[in-house]
């Protein structure tokens, strides 16, 4: 079945840093999977933070950017300089086509240091 | 705009007692419906999804069961629950296949 790997557990940044969330995945169809990152900040519910539909497009919010790589089954999230408050668990996740299910990789939470 | 509320918020239950877990969302017509779960320190487990009223189908088997009453509501209920199911319940929503889901704030649910 599909699968998704992340970067595991805790990832310490310093603020002002640059950030990289690893994320590959391995999907059964043949055509081209939605690729997603959901973050949970604390205190407050799993939400979307940004996604991609197609091959080599990139996605892009709140200052973080994941590019779709089919090439390298890759969708690594990244930010140029991280803050605080960005401080929460991220999830890299896919949804292939036409079984509405949803695979999502372990989580890994980001912790910003001042 | 589109509301999802989650109930209750937290349950502590007894191994083998019976157990409902509900989830409405408000504002959307015919959403896709669908239930997680996650183990404390695991990974989102997608358990059931529900396309349309009456019609579940089931992703993961964990002796659990769920139902969609309504074209708002999606219930999940066990009649026994073990020690294994407890974790953090998520119900979620989406307007199409892999289109972004939409989670509600969760049940916390402690088997003891």
């Known amino acids: 079945g599909d699968s998704v790997t992340q970067t595991e557990g805790q990832v310490t940044v310093s603020e002002s840093k640059s950030l990289i969330i690893n994320c590959t995945y391995s999907a059964t169809s043949i055509g081209y999977p939605n690729l997603f990152w959901y973050v949970r900040y604390p205190g407050e519910g799993l939400q979307l933070l940004l996604k991609v539909i197609t091959a080599g497009q990139k996605g892009s919010s709140r200052g973080f950017e994941a590019t779709y790589n089919k090439e390298a089954t890759s969708f690594h999230l990244q930010k140029a300089s991280v803050q605080e408050s960005d401080s929460a668990v991220y999830y890299c996740?896919?949804?292939?086509?036409?079984?509405?299910?949803?695979?999502f990789g372990a989580g890994t939470r980001l912790k910003v240091i001042a | 705009a589109q509301t999802i509320h989650q109930w209750p918020v937290a349950e502590i239950k007894a191994v083998g007692s019976p157990l409902s877990l509900g989830c409405t969302i408000k504002g959307k017509s015919s959403p896709n419906l669908y239930w997680y779960w996650q183990a404390t320190g695991g990974t989102l487990q997608q358990l059931f999804y529900s396309i349309t009223v009456g019609q579940v189908e089931s992703v993961v088997q964990l002796n659990l069961s769920a139902s969609r009453p309504k074209d708002d509501q999606f219930i999940l209920s066990t009649e026994k629950l073990l020690l294994s199911h407890s974790g953090f319940y998520l119900c979620a929503w989406s307007l199409w296949d892999r289109g972004t889901l939409y989670f509600g704030a969760g049940t916390r649910l402690s088997v003891l």
């Open positions: 996740a896919l949804s292939n086509t036409g079984n509405y299910k949803y695979v």
